[in-house]
């Protein structure tokens, strides 16, 4: 994901979480599998009891144009709406 990131943006605009920052409390990692395929993933940091931000969502490569991210996002809204941030 951070390599893809830094091909295709500058290093400034390039806010994507290292596996590191990813294993922090606030943070929350989820993947989108389909049998034993990785199909995408994405995160939420939790930024206050009320305000999250939606972190590193990725889609494979070789899934791109299948609903994989919207299915992430819908999940990630989801996790926001239950936490009520």
Same mark, same amino acid.
């Given at each position: 994901? %951070? &390599?893809?990131? &830094?091909?295709?943006?500058?290093?400034?605009?390039?806010?994507?979480?290292? %596996? /590191?920052?990813? !294993?922090?409390?606030?943070?929350?990692?989820?993947?989108?599998? #389909? !049998?034993? #395929? %990785?199909?995408?993933?994405?995160?939420?940091?939790?930024?206050?009891? /009320?305000? $999250?931000?939606?972190?590193?969502?990725? /889609? &494979?490569?070789? &899934?791109?144009?299948?609903? $994989? $991210? /919207?299915?992430?996002?819908?999940h990630l809204? %989801?996790? $926001? !709406?239950?936490?009520?941030?």
């Amino acid at each position: 994901h %951070l &390599h893809g990131m &830094h091909e295709n943006s500058p290093i400034e605009h390039s806010f994507a979480l290292n %596996l /590191t920052a990813l !294993q922090q409390p606030e943070i929350s990692f989820f993947t989108l599998w #389909e !049998q034993n #395929e %990785l199909l995408a993933c994405g995160a939420i940091q939790e930024l206050s009891s /009320t305000h $999250a931000e939606l972190k590193s969502m990725r /889609t &494979h490569p070789k &899934h791109l144009r299948k609903g $994989a $991210a /919207t299915e992430m996002l819908k999940h990630l809204l %989801l996790i $926001a !709406q239950q936490r009520e941030y």
